[in-house]
């Protein structure tokens, strides 16, 4: 499992791995695949190490290129659109020598 978080991004995930987008306050997660296609939203859910997080799994990125999101918090919308490459393990690796 990777772990999105403000503070270290995820910009490229490899196929197979879990994704956890967490934040240090709750949250609401929107989300779509491929420039906001099939969009959905799910509520954070608290953690032990006191974040909130949702995960997504390698079945549910599985049929994608690319995962948009966005976070509502108790203040509104963050209003900025993150976006992960869903890259097979050959390109994220080469992402990383790069």
């Known amino acids: 499992m990777w772990h999105w978080r403000d503070e270290v991004p995820v910009l490229d995930l490899p196929r197979g791995k879990s994704l956890a987008v967490e934040d240090r306050v709750p949250f609401r997660l ?14 954070a859910e608290a953690t ?24 509502h918090r108790g203040s509104g919308w963050e209003n900025f659109d993150h976006r992960i490459q869903l890259a097979d393990e050959a390109a994220a690796q080469a992402l990383l020598v790069a």
């Open 48 to 71: 032990p190490f006191g974040t909130w997080s949702v995960t997504l799994t390698p079945r549910e990125l599985a049929n994608a290129g690319q995962l948009n999101f966005t976070r």
């Open 30 to 43: 929107h989300f779509g695949f491929d420039g906001w296609q099939r969009t959905e939203d799910r509520d």
